[in-house]
């Protein structure tokens, strides 16, 4: 019997590799029947790609996506139509005179909120359809500005016309479209040469897979020790343990009533709030959300609802009599 892996595997992801390719070489490689990337990340940049795996795949709306972090290179003195070094250089402007300075100081014009226009190459949608294949057809419309938050942006070398720099920010940022402002305000335009993924929600480079060891691997058994478990995947979720009888009823995606609950060990929770309940045996059961603070379950009549199920997980042992078959939320 083949052995079922759920979870989020942190994937570094190649230069020259689009997303899908990622994902469709880790379902073929490992057997996986189902999976999805978290973010996409353009082909020409590399690093951190969550691929949520099998059971994993109900995690994906309830992962935090800020912060992003990434390392870039930048060009000054051309603009292209992606702006990226994927494109074809539409504007040609002399950098001299420019100083690593004047680049300090136009950098800290863009730290905080600011206003943005996303690129015509990007997967925004107009009327359905994904704007990158209007522009491959010459097509430009106006795009909507939209609000991002540039947490932290530091210059780190400028050995012109190449400039090095980090960013952390929200989602929504375009790190392309943020090399282009900040070429034309520095006054000769500019595009993104690099783009490195370093953080994405709370997932890190350092927790990455590279693709090469990627390659190397052929079982899932192979998958074990870089693999963020399903338990591990939410850490700032409240946690609860169910006894075998709400679990079962959990499974069935029935709703845990104020008199299931009192006589439980529960985390302080809001109502509204998310949280994570676990089997006896430490396996994640199913996602909840609050019906009411936790603190009104002493006085709340024992037949209101609690916690309502979100989302239900399987089993991690595929086969096994009586187990595998739970409805799903």
């Not at 009823?249 to 109502?271: Q, T």
Request: with cysteine; glycine share 8%; net charge positive.
């Amino acid at each position: 019997m083949r052995m079922r892996i759920d979870g989020l595997l942190i994937v570094d992801k190649p230069q020259g590799m689009t997303s899908l390719d990622v994902v469709r070489e880790v379902k073929l490689r490992f057997h996986v029947k189902k999976a999805g990337h978290i973010g996409t990340l353009d082909p020409f940049a590399t690093g951190v790609l969550p691929v949520a795996l099998n059971e994993g795949t109900k995690l994906v709306p309830f992962i935090k996506e800020d912060p992003k972090a990434y390392d870039a290179i930048m060009k000054l003195g051309e603009e292209t139509t992606t702006d990226d070094l994927t494109g074809d250089v539409v504007l040609k402007k002399t950098w001299n005179g420019v100083t690593p300075g004047t680049i300090y100081s136009v950098s800290q014009a863009f730290c905080g909120k600011i206003r943005q226009i996303p690129p015509m190459f990007s997967a925004i949608k107009l009327k359905g359809k994904p704007l990158y294949r209007l522009a491959r057809k010459g097509i430009t419309v106006e795009r909507r500005e939209r609000e991002i938050d540039i947490y932290d942006l530091q210059i780190k070398e400028a050995v012109l016309p190449q400039v090095r720099f980090s960013v952390t920010c929200s989602r929504g940022t375009y790190i392309r479209a943020l090399a282009r402002d900040m070429g034309r305000k520095i006054g000769c335009g500019a595009h993104l040469l690099s783009l490195r993924r370093t953080q994405r929600g709370p997932f890190i480079l350092e927790r990455a897979i590279p693709w090469e060891r990627l390659q190397s691997l052929s079982g899932a058994e192979d998958l074990v020790q870089p693999l963020i478990s399903l338990r591990e995947a939410l850490p700032g979720l409240p946690e609860m343990v169910g006894d075998e009888r709400l679990v079962k009823k959990v499974r069935f995606g029935k709703e845990m009533m104020v008199g299931d609950l009192l006589r439980h060990s529960l985390p302080p929770f809001e109502r509204g709030e998310w949280l994570k309940m676990y089997s006896p045996e430490q396996e994640l059961v199913a996602i909840l959300k609050s019906e009411m603070k936790g603190e009104e379950l002493r006085t709340a009549n024992p037949g209101a609802v609690a916690l309502r199920p979100l989302r239900i997980f399987h089993p991690s042992l595929e086969g096994e009599a009586g187990k595998g078959e739970y409805r799903l939320v």
